[in-house]
């Protein structure tokens, strides 16, 4: 039995050909799997479980058949759907992770994360992820009526864009050391993330000894998957159009 990995589908009413393709992948390629982690930026934007969108309930609902099939479900926060809470994990049969998280794939320990945190010369970005992870900040704003946030929403992302466009490449990837330091500490030699939405398999040394840096891709015209079966990890991407 295989298990999934996933990130970036940013599922939003103005794609519902992506929505398709991740129906599509809990029938097809990951029906029966033994879990399905989804590793942040599932949506494109949340702004609290009670939103009444019919794409949260949809959702909701096509992934607790899939997880009351057998599979376990695993979901963490990326950043934009930071604010996705218990209440709509339930709903799906779903278990949030905290980022980062050790999990064991193939036989090996295996360090999962989102990896914004890892983009640390995104100062900008820093100081509103710390901003946006703090309780209190979270409260105050699910506190507000749904119409307010979903404007506060689209400010934030309207904001970013904005910011995104005038950094450097490399501020928008993350930091080398970053990763060794979190590959170090957690002492694995497999790292998963998604956020850059660089899908690739990067090779690393770490002590003398031969590790790994896998990047999950977002979907689009391609969805992107990490296949993890006892002989090891597969990424994997395969055209979406329907
Ligand atoms: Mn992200």
Same mark, same amino acid.
Request: with cysteine; net charge negative; hydrophobic share 40%.
């Given at each position: 039995m295989a298990t999934y990995l996933i990130s970036d589908l940013h599922l939003d009413e103005t794609r519902p050909d992506i929505t398709r393709a991740f129906f599509a992948f809990l029938k097809g390629e990951?029906?029966?799997?033994?879990?399905?982690?989804?590793?942040g930026d599932f949506f494109e934007v949340w702004i609290g479980d009670d939103d009444d969108a019919p794409l949260a309930d949809e959702v909701?609902?096509?992934?607790?058949?899939?997880?009351?099939?057998?599979t376990a479900l695993y979901l963490m926060h990326g950043n934009r759907d930071f604010l996705l809470g218990e209440?709509?994990? $339930?709903?799906?049969? /779903?278990?949030? &992770?905290?980022?980062?998280?050790?999990v064991e794939l193939a036989d090996s320990p295996v360090l999962l994360m989102h990896g914004d945190s890892l983009c640390t010369l995104d100062q900008e970005y820093m100081a509103f992820r710390q901003q946006a992870r703090?309780?209190?900040?979270? $409260?105050?704003?699910? /506190?507000?009526? &749904?119409?307010?946030?979903?404007?506060?929403?689209a400010q934030i992302r309207a904001v970013s864009k904005s910011m995104n466009s005038r950094k450097a490449e490399d501020i928008?990837?993350?930091?080398?050391?970053?990763?060794m330091g979190e590959m170090r500490k957690h002492q694995v030699h497999t790292l998963i993330h998604g956020h850059t939405h660089r899908p690739a398999r990067h090779p690393l040394t770490i002590d003398g000894q031969a590790a790994e840096r896998i990047v999950l891709g977002d979907w689009g015209d391609q969805g992107w998957c990490i296949r993890a079966e006892k002989n090891g990890l597969e990424l994997i991407h395969w055209p979406t159009a329907d």
């Open positions: 990951a029906a029966n799997a033994e879990a399905l982690y989804i590793l909701a609902r096509q992934l607790r058949q899939y997880s009351d099939k057998g209440d709509y994990a $339930q709903r799906c049969g /779903a278990t949030l &992770l905290p980022d980062p998280s050790l703090n309780p209190q900040w979270q $409260q105050a704003l699910l /506190a507000k009526p &749904l119409e307010e946030r979903r404007q506060i929403a928008m990837d993350v930091t080398p050391d970053e990763v």
